[in-house]
């Protein structure tokens, strides 16, 4: 997997064969292109927490590999705008909740000049957020202005039934079996977002492995007790 700029790894899950993309298709689609080295501007994407941006991000430098650069902003944002110098040598910069540093003049100004200088190299960036472009309170105009070049693609939720499809194929890429009974059964006795859902599905995993049972519903009733226990 990519290297990043700071001591940071890309999640092991974070590919896109672990992502539904029922929804979504054409986003995954156009960033598969784009990790693929399809020519472009790259694109933004926005939506609520919790609905696979950052993994969508991570997937794009793992298939990218050394040509791509990951920074979550929400982590990195009082390192500061100079950690951004000299990133278009590489031909996709992925930047996270960048909704995180709207308003601060440096970072503002330091994504601007980015931003042109990728232009320039006939590089690509993808940017995610909680809001389209248009929404984000940008003090610079000319980053706005940018910002709202790029194509913009909504990240839509799951519903019930795609997030226990989620759970099944997050599931068979660690190995594992998950039954649908066992998989609605998750979903109705833990938080509904699939960032909660991944988190149990990975301690799930861990449980079973050392106990070596699958995951039934009586095993999984009687890991949420032992957690509610604790």
């Known amino acids: 997997m990519s290297q990043l700029v700071l001591p940071l790894r ?13 929804g979504n298709e054409t986003l995954v689609a156009t960033l598969a292109s784009l990790a693929a080295g399809e020519r472009g501007q790259g694109c933004w994407m926005w939506g609520a927490k919790a609905t696979g941006k950052t993994h969508l991000l991570q997937a794009v430098c793992d ?7 990951y920074l979550p902003l929400a982590m990195l944002a009082e390192v500061g705008p100079e950690m951004l110098e000299g990133l278009a040598s590489r031909e996709l ?5 960048a909704d995180r540093v709207v308003g601060d003049e440096a970072w503002e100004m330091g994504l601007f000049k980015l931003f042109n200088e990728l232009q320039e190299a006939g590089c690509r960036l993808i940017v995610a957020a909680t809001a ?8 610079l ?3 706005a202005s940018r910002m709202t070049r790029l194509p913009v693609f909504q990240v839509h939720a799951l519903d019930e039934p795609q997030r226990v499809s989620a759970l099944q194929l997050r599931a068979q890429h660690r190995g594992l079996e998950l039954p649908d009974e066992t998989a ?3 979903i109705k ?12 599905l990975d301690k799930l995993d861990l449980e079973a492995l050392r106990a070596q049972r699958r995951l039934t519903i009586p095993f999984v009733r009687d890991v949420l007790q032992q957690d509610a226990g604790d």
């Open 10 to 22: 890309l999640a092991d899950h974070a590919v896109f064969a672990s992502f539904l993309d029922d």
């Open 63 to 69: 298939r990218a590999g050394d040509r791509s650069v």
């Open 93 to 97: 910069v992925c930047i996270d909740d």
């Open 132 to 139: 389209a472009p248009r929404e984000c309170d940008f003090k």
């Open 141 to 143: 105009p000319d980053l």
């Open 184 to 186: 609605a059964y998750l």
């Open 189 to 200: 006795r833990s938080r509904r977002d699939m960032a909660s859902l991944y988190r149990l």
